[in-house]
Nanobody, 124 residues
C-alpha cells in the first residue's frame, strides 16, 4: 500500500493562492492515479482533481476548473495541487488519495490509499 503525506495547508484570504503537496512512498504499481479530495464541515467528501501516471489530461471538478491545477513530479514521487483565486467555499480538509490503474474516478471509495489531510481555510 502507498503511504501519503500531505502538506501546505493554511489560512489565507479570499483571492490568495496555496500549493498543497502530497509525498508518496511505498508505491509498487507502475500505473496509478493520484487524486485530491476535500471535506468541508458538515458536507460530504468531494472530488477535486486527479492525475494519472500514464499521462493525458488531468481531471477536475467543475467547481475548481480554471483555478486549481494538479501536477506530479515523478522523480520526487510528489503530487501538487496549486490553488489560485481561493474562495471561502474552498475551506475544507484536503486529502490526497491514490489508486492502482489508470482509470479516472471521482468516487473516493475507488481509491486504495489516503493521506491524513491538511486544513485549508479561506476567509472573506
Amino acid at each position: 500500500q502507498v503511504q501519503l503525506v500531505e502538506s501546505g495547508g493554511g489560512q489565507v484570504q479570499a483571492g490568495d493562492s496555496l500549493r498543497l503537496s502530497c509525498a508518496a512512498s511505498g508505491r509498487t504499481s507502475s500505473r496509478y492515479v493520484m487524486g485530491w479530495f476535500r471535506r468541508a464541515p458538515g458536507k460530504e467528501r468531494e472530488f477535486v482533481a486527479a492525475i494519472r501516471s500514464s499521462g493525458g489530461s488531468p481531471n477536475y471538478a467543475d467547481s475548481v476548473k480554471g483555478r486549481f491545477t494538479i501536477s506530479a513530479d515523478e522523480f520526487k514521487n510528489t503530487v501538487y495541487l496549486q490553488m489560485n483565486s481561493l474562495k471561502p467555499e474552498d475551506t475544507a480538509v484536503y486529502y490526497c488519495a491514490a489508486r492502482r490503474g489508470s482509470y479516472y474516478t471521482i468516487n473516493g471509495d475507488d481509491y486504495d490509499s489516503w493521506g491524513q489531510g491538511t486544513q485549508v481555510t479561506v476567509s472573506s
